[in-house]
């Protein structure tokens, strides 16, 4: 199964995926760090078919501590909040619910085969989404 996470900003040309690790390494509703061609993500696994991307650098701080936040829901929406300050962001498209100036850049995710690959922006390596 495929999932896409991601508003449909970039064609699929424009996306490099990156096989990150099997979905099975990720514990449910927890994040995990990783380095994807130099730059720091948090993955969230939600369910076995549902993952999520997002920086690992905190809007409000600069810290690299996204992956340690608290994973929710608003909702039916998926959320983490900041472990620092607890802003709480939108895991599909990286909207801050309480203060609408921080952003939380997020990746699209594809689940193949079993494993994760995030898309980053083919040109330049940033995000490919948010």
Same mark, same amino acid.
Do not use: H, K, W
């Given at each position: 199964?495929?999932?896409?996470?991601?508003?449909?900003?970039?064609?699929?040309?424009?996306?490099h995926w990156h096989s990150v690790c099997r979905v099975e390494d990720l514990e449910d509703c927890w994040g995990e760090a990783a380095l994807v061609q130099g730059r720091q993500l948090a993955l969230f696994r939600?369910?076995?078919? $549902?993952?999520?991307?997002?920086?690992?650098? /905190?809007? @409000?701080t =600069? +810290?690299?501590?996204?992956?340690r936040g608290i994973v929710g829901n608003a909702g039916s929406r998926a959320t983490i909040a900041s472990p620092l300050h607890k802003e709480v962001y939108l895991l599909a498209t990286g909207e801050c619910l309480?203060?609408?100036?921080?952003?939380?850049p997020?990746?699209?995710?594809?689940?193949? $085969?079993?494993?994760?690959?995030?898309?980053? /922006?083919? @040109?330049? =390596? +940033?995000?490919?989404?948010?």
């Open positions: 199964m495929t999932v896409m996470i991601s508003p449909e900003t970039l064609s699929a040309t424009d996306i939600l369910s076995a078919t $549902e993952v999520y991307a997002a920086d690992q650098r /905190d809007p @409000a =600069g +810290a690299y501590v996204m992956a309480g203060n609408p100036d921080l952003f939380l997020t990746y699209p995710v594809r689940l193949e $085969e079993g494993m994760v690959l995030v898309g980053l /922006d083919a @040109a330049t =390596g +940033a995000e490919a989404a948010g």
